[in-house]
């Protein structure tokens, strides 16, 4: 009897040290629900989930419901901040590191896998700290499927990091992608997976797939050649078997598409975001607003890329490539084309992701739009239902940040504290 007591005792202090759910409740100056700005509002987490959100008098009617008033959350009080949800960074590379340190070439070439993943787990842990609970983490480069392994550390409670979405190895058509510069008769390390063909195509999807691929990524344009411009790769066929193929698998299908040829292939073929999206023309916006297809912009990308090759930002007057990608950025938002929050991060440094939302602004975005799209509308458009907004029952995916980023987006850098999963990484 006196050791079913014990037992009893020991159940009891494990249910309530370490089996109970942890509550909270923040009390910020305001909420960003993922639409919309709201004054007063508080959250109450509990577990990993968002409890309630809104007044105080929702919130006390909410731990009504759920016969929690007796159990009072810890409360943090946010003075001065503002809580929104974890932002979703859409195009990031883990496995690369800022070109002004070492070019793609040589990332690929002439560093180890093992350096790079190193390398990776600290991009992940800036990631989040700074903000980013999740990444649409779209290539590797090279470095095999190591992507899904830092994913899995991640889950696994590992390293710190943002949950991720990943594409392992993007496809590209065979002969149109490798580093530039070497002689045609060495092969070369690919930082894709080349194929083309019917049977060749569905099984390097497949492949893909199998080796833990969220999403699909082609490159429907790329230099042909040795040092060749972009051009088009795969045919509209060729994209729409590869749609296909990822679909029946509940997987979407996106597409790096810089020329306006290689934009039109990839929106007819079913490719659901295109990135980049430089030389895109008000016809090819058009297309894509009526077939519901979303773009990564990745001015950020491009802006430190100008600056790599010598260009004063600031001093001197800007390169056509910048004014261009101007033009076609307004282009995109006159089209009413959705707009995904995503940089290209690690052509810069992982952390500084909010370059990108900066940029969006400076380009021509609301700072209440930038918010937009780095939450509920990446969430939507990358099938995370659960993630992106600040609602009940929601993932209490959440970042808090002095100051008001609806009226200066800058203020996202403010971070004051970080959950993922209703757990507290960054306070």
Not at 109 to 116: D, H, V, Y
Not at 227 to 237: H, N, R
Request: with cysteine.
């Amino acid at each position: 009897m006196k050791r079913l007591l014990t037992f009893f005792h020991l159940l009891l202090f494990f249910y309530g040290s370490g089996f109970a759910q942890k509550s909270y409740l923040l009390k910020p100056d305001r909420v960003f629900d993922g639409t919309e700005m709201h004054d007063g509002w508080q959250v109450w987490v509990l577990g990993e989930k968002i409890a309630a959100v809104g007044d105080l008098k929702s919130i006390e009617e909410a731990r009504k419901t759920k016969n929690a008033e007796k159990t009072p959350p810890q409360i943090i009080e946010l003075k001065g901040c503002t809580l929104l949800p974890g932002f979703i960074e859409g195009h990031s590379h883990l496995f690369l590191h800022p070109y002004n340190e070492t070019s793609w070439d040589d990332q690929v070439l002439k560093e180890a896998r093992s350096l790079r993943t190193a390398r990776a787990t600290l991009h992940a842990k800036k990631t989040l700290l700074a903000g980013f609970t999740t990444v649409r983490d779209l290539g590797t480069e090279g470095a095999e499927f190591d992507d899904a392994g830092l994913k899995q550390a991640i889950e696994q409670g590992i390293i710190p990091g943002p949950r991720m979405i990943i594409a392992t190895k993007a496809l590209i058509a065979t002969g149109s992608y490798a580093p530039k510069g070497f002689s045609a008769d060495i092969d070369v390390p690919q930082g894709a997976e080349e194929a083309d063909g019917h049977d060749r195509l569905i099984q390097a999807v497949r492949r893909q797939i199998g080796k833990g691929a969220d999403v699909i990524k082609i490159y429907a344009d790329y230099r042909w050649g040795l040092m060749g411009e972009a051009k088009p790769t795969f045919l509209v066929e060729e994209i729409k078997l590869i749609v296909e193929t990822a679909r029946s698998s509940g997987r979407p299908t996106i597409a790096h598409a810089g020329s306006a040829e290689g934009m039109r292939r990839a929106i007819l073929g079913g490719c659901e975001t295109l990135e980049h999206g430089d030389a895109g023309t008000p016809e090819i916006f058009s297309l894509m607003h009526d077939k519901g297809v979303a773009l990564c912009p990745t001015l950020a990308a491009g802006d430190a890329v100008s600056q790599y090759r010598g260009w004063k930002k600031g001093l001197e007057p800007e390169p056509e490539r910048i004014k261009n990608k101007r033009i076609t950025f307004k282009q995109a938002l006159d089209a009413g084309v959705t707009i995904c929050f995503g940089g290209d991060v690690g052509v810069f440094s992982h952390g500084d992701n909010a370059r990108e939302m900066e940029m969006m602004v400076d380009y021509g975005m609301k700072p209440l739009d930038v918010l937009r799209s780095a939450t509920s509308i990446n969430a939507k458009v990358f099938h995370q239902p659960r993630l992106g907004s600040v609602k009940a029952d929601f993932l209490a995916d959440l970042v808090v940040v002095e100051g008001r980023p609806d009226e200066r987006i800058s203020d996202v850098r403010k971070v004051k504290m970080v959950m993922k999963n209703g757990e507290t990484v960054r306070n």
